[in-house]
């Protein structure tokens, strides 16, 4: 099994950045997609980022420019750079992942957890 806690959210300033971060727990094996994902209130859950086993990396077009995904597999770690936070940006951000590629959101094999907040506001 694998067990995710997200951290690092809070509430910062539109133009603003944070950095969340996605631990995992426990083994998944083969090639996998791990995704960054969100909820905004009264939304469905969409898609953020991705970052494949060989390191590919893929944003949605929401975020394109301005959020970053990366890992540090000695920490089991998985980060999410955001810049230039803007309002809509606002949500519980959630991490993981599936074998399938980036942004099957339909496919993730964990459970979503509790997530981390993130609000951008003045």
């Given amino acids: 099994q694998v067990?995710?806690?997200e951290s690092g959210g809070g509430l910062v300033q539109p133009g603003g950045s944070l950095r969340l971060s996605?631990?995992?727990s426990g083994s998944i094996v083969g090639p996998y997609f791990m995704g960054w994902f969100r909820q905004a209130?009264?939304?469905e859950?969409?898609?953020v980022a991705g970052i494949s086993t060989d390191g590919s990396t893929n944003n949605a077009d929401s975020v394109k420019g301005r959020f970053t995904i990366s890992r540090d597999?000695?920490?089991n770690t998985i980060y999410l750079q955001m810049n230039s936070l803007d309002p809509e940006d606002t949500a519980i951000y959630y991490c993981n992942p599936n074998l399938v590629g980036?942004?099957?959101?339909?496919a993730?094999?964990?459970s979503w957890g509790q997530g981390i907040q993130v609000t951008v506001s003045s």
């Fill in 3 to 5: 067990q995710l806690v």
């Fill in 22 to 24: 996605c631990v995992a």
């Fill in 41 to 43: 209130p009264g939304k």
């Fill in 45 to 47: 859950r969409e898609y």
């Fill in 73 to 75: 597999s000695g920490k």
């Fill in 102 to 106: 980036f942004g099957q959101i339909g």
């Fill in 108 to 110: 993730v094999f964990a």
